[in-house]
């Protein structure tokens, strides 16, 4: 069975600063992972996803994630944080050629500090 | 990418009583999903609907409580049956153009329940 595990439930980063939003997977057969954002009343939108093609994935807003086979990783980041960044982040997994729904992590509350 | 609307927007409803949540697509899709989402809390698959045969559902889900229709490529309503509080969460519908599990599943904007 799959399952994914984001570090630390709240991260808090200055404005400008680094953004580091943690996560670990667990499946059987080489999944396909998903980030996704969820600002406050709003439904989920999706960040990037990795799909087996490259290993360093770009997404919208200047994220970026990169995928660690060896490490069972998924972290996600952002080299200089903005306000409209504050957020939930949750990361997903599905395993691989299914047609399954998506395991959700326990999800990252994102606070930018002006 | 798939634009999803969903019906109601929010409900506050009593105790025993049951609500239809309708999920509409603007495209056709292949599979389409129902994840609840408890206060503060990740999302959690219910069910998946296929068009033309009974939902499946997750551990932990049953049919008898959360009914699921989807009669068409476009269209699926979910039934939170006999409510009770601790039902009350957003649920929320979700897409997968295709049966591909590389497919980018796109999310409604959720139905948010309460259950007094």
């Known amino acids: 069975a799959q399952s994914v595990t984001q570090l630390g439930s709240h991260v808090s980063v200055s404005e400008g600063a680094l953004v580091l939003l943690r996560c670990n997977y667990s499946?059987?057969?080489?999944?396909?992972l998903f980030w996704y954002v969820q600002y406050p009343n709003q439904g989920l939108q999706l960040l990037l996803k990795y799909t087996s093609a490259a290993t360093l994935v770009k997404g919208i807003n200047g994220f970026e994630a990169e995928f660690k086979k060896s490490e069972t990783s998924f972290h996600l980041t952002k080299p200089s944080a903005h306000m409209s960044d504050a957020a939930e982040y949750f990361c997903?997994?599905?395993?691989?050629?299914?047609?399954?729904?998506?395991?959700f992590g326990k999800g990252t509350h994102l606070i930018i500090q002006p | 990418s798939a634009v999803i609307s969903q019906k109601p927007s929010r409900d506050i409803c009593q105790r025993g009583t049951s609500l239809t949540i309708q999920c509409q697509v603007d495209s056709q899709v292949t599979m389409m999903f129902w994840y609840r989402q408890q206060p503060g809390q990740s999302l959690t698959l219910i069910a998946t609907?296929?068009?033309?045969?009974?939902?499946?559902?997750e551990s932990g889900f049953v049919i008898d409580k959360f009914p699921i229709s989807r009669p068409n490529l476009t269209f699926s309503t979910l039934t939170v049956s006999n409510m009770s509080p601790e039902d009350s969460s957003i649920y929320l519908c979700?897409?997968?153009?295709?049966?591909?599990?590389?497919?980018?599943?796109?999310f409604g904007p959720g139905t948010r329940l309460t259950v007094l």
């Open positions: 979700s897409v997968s153009p295709t049966s591909g599990g590389t497919d980018t599943q796109y």
């Open positions: 609907a296929n068009q033309g045969s009974e939902a499946t559902y």
């Open positions: 499946s059987s057969v080489p999944p396909y």
């Open positions: 997903a997994v599905r395993e691989g050629g299914g047609a399954d729904g998506l395991t």
